[in-house]
């Protein structure tokens, strides 16, 4: 237990940036509850990782990708997590996936702030199965995401 403290307070000290509470208990409704199929976050300008936007249950991957695209748009960068349903072997399966999203366009600074951000946030994010580090479109495609989260079946 101290050693997880340990390591969140260092997170949070290395890049200055801290996880507001309401991104766990979203995570929670996702992990536990199913509530929303994606969440999108963001740094806030006071050094806060923040709640961007939730995805319910009628929106898709590809609304999901969109608003990724927008923050490129903006040349920044954004955290997700995605609740990825696919058949493997016959059997549905859902698995969470969290992604980084640093693409190409994004000044410098915000690949810093994100690259340097990502640990406070994703250590406290118990139950994710699969970790993507997205920079371009073929980063984002269903079919890698996919990929990543079977590759732990195969």
Known sequence: MILAYTCGYLDRM???VGVQDECLRVYDEVKLGHRWLYVIFRVSES???VVEEKGGHDRTYDDFVARLKEAERKRQCRYG???VRFIQN???QEKLAFFLWSP???TIKQKMLY???KQALRNQ???IHAEIQCNDDADL???NVLERCMRKYT
């Open 14 to 16: 290395a890049s200055g």
């Open 47 to 49: 050094l806060q990782i």
């Open 81 to 83: 997590i995605f609740d």
């Open 90 to 92: 016959d059997v549905p």
């Open 104 to 106: 190409e366009t994004a």
């Open 115 to 117: 690259s340097s951000s």
């Open 125 to 127: 994010m118990r139950g």
């Open 141 to 143: 495609a269903m079919s």
